[in-house]
């Protein structure tokens, strides 16, 4: 599970399909990261940076020298991705996963409660 994903597209002279020359995978639950960076190359930038939060799963990936093909599948909040897995089911759930589920909506439901401290620590 993700918590975090960040990215940057290729930026060529001349394409109209850039690609993901850079990503960064946080971990829920772990923080674990993993990064992808294309090779060097002087003709090839790596644009303005991307990111979207919440809980993620990798649904789709493809990779030569940049990543060519990434879906994700997720909601923001933990409690919705957990009620949709639950519903939809349409892959496996570990036992290790729904813990950590249940635990970032527990968490999610601390920090939204009424009277919380509103910088308290999210991290999962």
């Not at 060529?12 to 946080?26: A, F, H, V």
């Not at 772990?30 to 090779?39: A, M, Y």
């Not at 990434?70 to 991705?81: H, I, M, N, P």
């Amino acid at each position: 599970l993700i918590k975090k994903l960040t990215w940057r597209y290729t930026v060529y002279d001349n394409t109209s399909s850039p690609r993901i020359g850079y990503l960064k995978i946080e971990m829920l639950g772990t923080n674990n990261v993993v990064e992808v960076k294309r090779p060097e190359e002087e003709r090839v930038k790596l644009g303005e940076e991307h990111s979207l939060e919440g809980v993620l799963v990798i649904t789709t990936f493809q990779m030569s020298n940049d990543v060519l093909r990434l879906r994700v599948c997720g909601s923001k909040k933990a409690s919705d991705f957990q009620k949709a897995f639950e519903y939809y089911n349409l892959w496996p759930c570990s036992k290790a996963a729904r813990r950590m589920l249940k635990a970032a909506a527990k968490l999610e439901a601390k920090i939204s409660a009424p009277g919380a401290p509103q910088d308290a620590d999210q991290s999962v």
